[in-house]
C-alpha cells in the first residue's frame, strides 16, 4: 500500500439554526455497510505498515512493562464476615480469580476464575462481582463485546454450579436482600442508559418485579448497599441534580422511600450510620417549610433521622466551605470518614462518633492520592485506604481510627523498580485570565530538564472527573528513557474543588482548551521541553481536549496521542438515540438549542478542521464502543487527511472491543507498547538499548 486510505465522499448536509454543515463521511454511522468494515480494516492495515518498523521496540517495551508486573499475586485481603475475600493472578493467565479463604485460616477457595470464562471470546470483562450476605451465591456480570450490555449470572458456592438464574440488558452489579434470595437490579434501555430497577427472587419464575423507572433522559439509576447493610440506596442522578430512595433490606418487598424529591440543582448523597441516623452530603439545604438555599457547590455535611414514617428534618453538622470540597463519607458504629480536597490535596477526616473529635489521617508523603476503599465491614474500628503518587506503587493501608495508627497491608510490587529514582513535582502556569492552572509532573532524577527534554503532556478536566496523581508501571518506559510525563489539571475537572468543574463546562468549556494550551506554553517557557520534543495526549473526552487544542495551537507539540475521541460533538450531542447524549447536555449544552449549538459549534474539534500544518496523530477507536462511537474518530481522520495541508494521520480500530481496547492484561500491555512505541518513535527515541526477545502474550 503506497497511500493511505482515501475515505469516500457521499454528499449528506446538516441544516440546524440556519447554518448548513457539510458531512461527506456521515456514512461511517452505518456500521453494517460493509463498506465501513472495509474501511476501518484498510486503515488498520494502513496503520501496521507504516508503523512495521516499530516491531522490535514494541516487543522490548512489552517486555519492559511484563518484568514490571509479578504475575503470580494477590490483591489485599478483604475481611466480611467469616472469611476474607481476594483476588488472585497467575503467571501465563491474562484474568484474575476471585478467591476466599476462612478468617481465622484453611483453605483456600476460588470462587470464580475468569480465564475458565474466557474461551472462545476475543473480549471479556467481569463486574459487578457481590457476594450474598449468607456467602453462598456469588453474583457476577460479564461482557463478552466490549459494548458495556452485561449477563448476570449466579454461582451456588456449595455446588459450584450455576443456577439457572440469568439477567441479561443490565448494568453490572446487583444488590442483595437480607434473605440472600432476593435482589436488586438495573435494566438498560435501548440507548444503553440505567433507567430500570427491578427485583429479582432466586428461582422465582415470572417476571421481576419494577421498583423504579427512572423517566428523565438525562439521569441515571445506580444501586449500592450502605454499609450497615440496613438500606439499599437507589440514586438517581444527572450532573446537576439528584435523588435518593431507601429500600430495606429485612423488607424488600416494600416500597422505597424518597429522601428528598429533586429539584433541580440539588445534589445530595447518603450513609447510613446506623439504627436510626443519616449522613447526607448535599450543596443545599432543606428548611423546615421545604424551602431551599443554596451557596454549598463544595457540599455541607448534614443529618437526619430515618425511620418507618420517613425522613425527618435535616440538621447541619458542618457547614460549607469555599477553600475545601467535601467529597465522600464512609459511615461505620464509631465513626464516619470524610474525604476531602484541599488545593489539590485528597485528605481523610476522621470524625469520633462518641465524643465529636475530629482529625486527619497522617499520610507518608505530603503530595499522593488516597482514597477509602475495600471497607465491608460496619462494626470495626479500621478502615481500609488505597494510597499511592506518581512515583510510589498502590499501596493499601488499614487505619486504627480511634488509636490513630496506620499499618500497611500490602503494596503492588514492581519487580526492579526503584522510586528513589524519580521525583515528582507540582508546577503552575498562568491561564490568559491569570488563573493560576496546576501541573504535575514525574521525572527521573538524573534527568537534565531544558528544551531538548522529551515531554508527554496528558489532559482531560470534563465531567469535573480529577485525574489524581498515581503510579504507573509502564509509564516507567518513559521515564527511563528520558521523558517527563506531565497532567494539566485545567478548569473542568474538580482538582480545585466544584467551582473548577463549573468554570471548566457548558459556556466556559474554552477555558479547559485555553488551560491547557497555557500549561504547555508555560512548561516550554519555563525551559522545560518545546514543541519539537513535546506529544499530548488524552482520551475520551481528553480525546475532545486533543481535538480542539490541535485546531487551536497545532504549534503546541509535534505529535498527540489520541484515544477514542468525542470530537464530532455537535451531531452526538443533536442525537438523543446515542448513548450518555441526552444524560450529557448539562456538561455540553443541548445544541437544539441555537445559543448552545453555536457554542459548541466554536470548538467541536470535526467541525473544525482546517488547512493548516498539524501535528502527527496516532487515534485509536473502538467499533463496540458505547461511550464513542467508532465513527468519531473515523470521521475526524478522513476529514483531516483531505483538508489539513500537513500531518501524518492514523487511525487503528479495535474491531472487536470496546472503549478501554483489549481486554486481560496481556491485550493492555500489547496496547500500551503500540502507543508508546509510536511516541518514542516521534521523538526520536526508537532507538534503545538491546533487550531480551519479547515472550508471545499468552492466549486469552
Known amino acids: 500500500m503506497q497511500n493511505p486510505p482515501i475515505a469516500p465522499t457521499r454528499p449528506y448536509t446538516h441544516r440546524e439554526h440556519g447554518i448548513e454543515r457539510d458531512d461527506p463521511w456521515c456514512w461511517l454511522r452505518d456500521r453494517d455497510d460493509p463498506e465501513v468494515r472495509a474501511y476501518l480494516e484498510a486503515e488498520n492495515a494502513w496503520t501496521d505498515q507504516r508503523l512495521a518498523h516499530l516491531d522490535g521496540l514494541r516487543k522490548q517495551l512489552y517486555t519492559e512493562m511484563l518484568g514490571r508486573i509479578q504475575e503470580d499475586d494477590t490483591t489485599a485481603p478483604v475481611p466480611h464476615g467469616p472469611w476474607i475475600y481476594y483476588q488472585r493472578s497467575f503467571s501465563g493467565r491474562p484474568y484474575v480469580a476471585y478467591c476466599r479463604a476462612p478468617r481465622d485460616g484453611g483453605p483456600e477457595q476460588i470462587l470464580l476464575d475468569v480465564n475458565e470464562l474466557a474461551g472462545g471470546h476475543d473480549y471479556l470483562r467481569v463486574s459487578g462481582v457481590e457476594i450474598s450476605p449468607d456467602h453462598r451465591i456469588l453474583a457476577y456480570a460479564i461482557d463478552t463485546t466490549g459494548r458495556e450490555i452485561f449477563e448476570i449470572r449466579f454461582l451456588d458456592l456449595a455446588s459450584g454450579t450455576l443456577l439457572a438464574d440469568r439477567i441479561e440488558g443490565a448494568a453490572p452489579g446487583v444488590e442483595w436482600a437480607a434473605d440472600?434470595?432476593?435482589?436488586?437490579?438495573?435494566?438498560?434501555?435501548?440507548?444503553?442508559?440505567?433507567?430500570?430497577?427491578?427485583?429479582?427472587?432466586?428461582?422465582?419464575?415470572?417476571?421481576?418485579?419494577?421498583?423504579?423507572?427512572?423517566a428523565d433522559d438525562r439521569f441515571r439509576v445506580g444501586v449500592h448497599s450502605t454499609r450497615s447493610r440496613a438500606f439499599v440506596v437507589l440514586h438517581c442522578a444527572s450532573s446537576?441534580?439528584?435523588?435518593?430512595?431507601?429500600?430495606?433490606?429485612?423488607?424488600?418487598?416494600?416500597?422505597?422511600?424518597?429522601?428528598?424529591?429533586?429539584?433541580?440543582?440539588?445534589?445530595?448523597?447518603?450513609?447510613?450510620?446506623?439504627g436510626d441516623r443519616l449522613w447526607i452530603l448535599t450543596d443545599h439545604c432543606p428548611g423546615p417549610d421545604g424551602g431551599q438555599t443554596r451557596g454549598a457547590m463544595n457540599q455541607r455535611l448534614m443529618q437526619a433521622s430515618v425511620d418507618a414514617r420517613g425522613v425527618g428534618a435535616w440538621e447541619l453538622v458542618l457547614e460549607h466551605r469555599a477553600d475545601v470540597q467535601l467529597v465522600r463519607i464512609s459511615a461505620f458504629s464509631g465513626h464516619l470518614a470524610i474525604t476531602e480536597r484541599e488545593a489539590g490535596q485528597l485528605k481523610i477526616r476522621i470524625r469520633e462518633l462518641a465524643t465529636g473529635d475530629e482529625h486527619h489521617v497522617e499520610l507518608p508523603e505530603a503530595v499522593a492520592t488516597v482514597s477509602v476503599a475495600g471497607n465491608l465491614e460496619f462494626d470495626t474500628p479500621w478502615l481500609r485506604l488505597s494510597y499511592g503518587s506518581l512515583t510510589t506503587p498502590e499501596t493499601v493501608f488499614r487505619y486504627h481510627m480511634?488509636?490513630?495508627?496506620?499499618?500497611?497491608?500490602?503494596?503492588?510490587?514492581?519487580?526492579?523498580?526503584?522510586?528513589?529514582?524519580?521525583?515528582t513535582e507540582r508546577r503552575v502556569a498562568i491561564a490568559g485570565d491569570g488563573v493560576e492552572i496546576p501541573i504535575s509532573l514525574v521525572v527521573r532524577r538524573d534527568v537534565v530538564i531544558d528544551a531538548d527534554t522529551p515531554l508527554m503532556l496528558h489532559g482531560?478536566?470534563?465531567?469535573?472527573?480529577?485525574?489524581?496523581?498515581?503510579?504507573?508501571?509502564?509509564?516507567?518506559?518513559?521515564?527511563?528513557?528520558?521523558?517527563?510525563?506531565?497532567?494539566?489539571?485545567?478548569?473542568?475537572?474538580?482538582?480545585?474543588?466544584?467551582?473548577?468543574?463549573?468554570?471548566?463546562?457548558?459556556?466556559?468549556?474554552?477555558?479547559?482548551?485555553?488551560?491547557?494550551?497555557?500549561?504547555?506554553?508555560?512548561?516550554?517557557?519555563?525551559?522545560?521541553?518545546?514543541?519539537a520534543h513535546t506529544v499530548i495526549a488524552g482520551g475520551s473526552a481528553g480525546g475532545l481536549l486533543m481535538g480542539a487544542v490541535i485546531n487551536q495551537a497545532p504549534e503546541l507539540a509535534t505529535a498527540a496521542l489520541v484515544h477514542v475521541p468525542f470530537v464530532d460533538v455537535v451531531s452526538t450531542m443533536l442525537d438523543a438515540s446515542l448513548p450518555l447524549t441526552a444524560g450529557e447536555w448539562e456538561e455540553w449544552g443541548d445544541p437544539r438549542e441555537e445559543e448552545a449549538f453555536h457554542r459548541i459549534l466554536a470548538y467541536s474539534p470535526y467541525d473544525n478542521v482546517s488547512a493548516q500544518d498539524y501535528p502527527d496523530l496516532l487515534v485509536i477507536a473502538g467499533f463496540n464502543d458505547p461511550r464513542v462511537q467508532y465513527w468519531e474518530p473515523a470521521k475526524w481522520i478522513a476529514k483531516l487527511r483531505a483538508v489539513a495541508t500537513g500531518g501524518d494521520m492514523l487511525l487503528w480500530t479495535h474491531l472487536g472491543a470496546g472503549h478501554a481496547g483489549r481486554s486481560g492484561r496481556y491485550g493492555w500491555l500489547e496496547d500500551v507498547a503500540f502507543d508508546y512505541s509510536w511516541v518514542l518513535d516521534r521523538l526520536g527515541l526508537a532507538s534503545a538499548p538491546d533487550a531480551p526477545d519479547a515472550p508471545d502474550a499468552p492466549d486469552a
Open 460 to 531: 482531560y478536566s470534563s465531567y469535573g472527573l480529577t485525574m489524581d496523581p498515581m503510579f504507573s508501571l509502564s509509564r516507567v518506559s518513559l521515564l527511563d528513557r528520558g521523558m517527563v510525563w506531565a497532567h494539566v489539571h485545567a478548569r473542568g475537572s474538580s482538582y480545585l474543588g466544584r467551582a473548577w468543574y463549573e468554570q471548566g463546562k457548558l459556556e466556559h468549556k474554552q477555558n479547559t482548551f485555553s488551560d491547557f494550551i497555557a500549561g504547555a506554553r508555560s512548561l516550554h517557557a519555563q525551559g522545560l521541553s518545546s514543541p
Open 402 to 423: 480511634s488509636e490513630r495508627r496506620l499499618e500497611q497491608i500490602k503494596q503492588k510490587a514492581v519487580p526492579g523498580y526503584d522510586p528513589s529514582l524519580y521525583r
Open 180 to 214: 440472600s434470595r432476593t435482589l436488586w437490579w438495573v435494566a438498560l434501555d435501548e440507548a444503553l442508559r440505567s433507567a430500570r430497577v427491578f427485583r429479582h427472587v432466586l428461582g422465582q419464575p415470572g417476571p421481576d418485579a419494577l421498583v423504579m423507572h427512572e
Open 240 to 274: 446537576t441534580t439528584s435523588e435518593v430512595h431507601l429500600l430495606s433490606t429485612e423488607r424488600p418487598e416494600q416500597a422505597p422511600c424518597c429522601l428528598q424529591p429533586r429539584i433541580e440543582g440539588m445534589r445530595y448523597s447518603v450513609a447510613h450510620q446506623g
